[in-house]
């Protein structure tokens, strides 16, 4: 088997070739969900884990720059008893929910505000340590019930970030088996990110080794009637998004680089939510330590309602 330039081996057999529809091929094993989670009692010790409240306390203390914005069209509403983010003009909602939409139905301002959150987190310093936590397999979190819950702490962990920067953000999620392209405004950001590693700059191989998962494919997984079944079936769903940008995304502990990874990864936990709203009470099996989602103090039984977590998809 041949070394290939991603550091893996080239295929040998007809079904491992680049382009076959079940191929999920070189950075996420298949998942398997029968076999119980064996987990670390304590989140490692690692000088980049160091603020509890987001993803480690090597964040500086002095609060973040802002990124300044044209702001002709944001609302800024008077305080009541807590402070609520600025809302667009017009907008009838002033409940502090962050309403995660399709990138679909993005304005231009609302690309740039998201990218220049990006930038900012990247420039100062809080973003390379963030992919690094995705890097450390100690967290288990593929292959395994653990996949969906992790991911969607990490997910809100990241926004709380962005919305530090610009309160008026939310992480938009990628329709990839509906869309089937690349989101567009993103193909020319690649950012530099600075990891434990070294300096990483995203690269991406669109559709050089699968195809993206269709439509049918998540309307299956949609209809498994247990959470192993469906957890299985979207992490594999999940697995050829990663595999199909390439690059990047083909690497766990570069993936989240990608802003891409953010979208694609909203997208996986929409069809969580549309799932357990269609299957209430039918959660990941997580007996402790297993049930943490460390490094941070969450456990599975908070992942379970995604307004409690201050977010929903529209």
């Not at 330039?5 to 057999?13: A, D, S």
């Not at 160091?50 to 305080?79: L, N």
């Not at 049918?216 to 247990?226: E, G, K, L, R």
């Not at 330590?289 to 992942?303: F, N, S």
Request: hydrophobic fraction near 30%; charged fraction near 20%; include cysteine.
């Amino acid at each position: 088997m041949a070394e290939s330039k991603h550091g893996g081996h080239e295929p040998e057999h007809e079904h491992d070739k680049p382009g076959h529809q079940g191929h999920h091929g070189l950075p996420y094993e298949d998942p398997d969900y029968d076999h119980p989670v064996e987990h670390p009692t304590t989140p490692p010790d690692n000088d980049r884990y160091r603020d509890p409240g987001i993803y480690g306390q090597y964040a500086s203390r002095k609060p973040p720059r802002y990124v300044p914005h044209p702001f002709e069209h944001s609302c800024f509403r008077p305080r009541k008893d807590d402070y609520k983010p600025p809302v667009t003009c017009g907008d009838d909602e002033d409940d502090g929910i962050c309403r995660r939409k399709d990138h679909r139905k993005m304005t231009a301002d609302e690309q740039t505000r998201f990218l220049n959150a990006y930038t900012q987190a990247n420039a100062m310093g809080a973003l390379g340590p963030m992919v690094d936590i995705h890097g450390n397999a100690i967290h288990q979190m593929h292959g395994n019930p653990r996949f969906l819950p992790w991911h969607r702490i990490y997910l809100v962990k990241f926004e709380a970030l962005l919305m530090a920067i610009d309160p008026t953000i939310c992480i938009p999620y990628w329709n990839s088996s509906e869309e089937q392209a690349f989101p567009s405004w993103l193909a020319n950001y690649k950012p530099t990110v600075t990891l434990a590693t070294g300096p990483h700059t995203v690269t991406r191989n669109i559709g050089a080794f699968t195809t993206l998962p269709t439509t049918a494919a998540v309307a299956t997984a949609q209809a498994s009637t247990t959470f192993n079944g469906f957890g299985g079936a979207i992490e594999g769903i999940h697995n050829s998004g990663h595999v199909w940008v390439g690059g990047s995304m083909l690497s766990i502990p570069t993936a989240p680089c990608d802003p891409v990874f953010w979208m694609h990864h909203a997208e996986i936990d929409r069809q969580w939510a549309v799932w357990q709203a269609a299957h209430p009470g039918l959660n990941p099996t997580l007996a402790p330590p297993a049930d943490q989602m460390d490094p941070w103090p969450e456990t599975e039984a908070d992942t379970r309602d995604t307004t409690a977590l201050g977010y929903v998809y529209v």
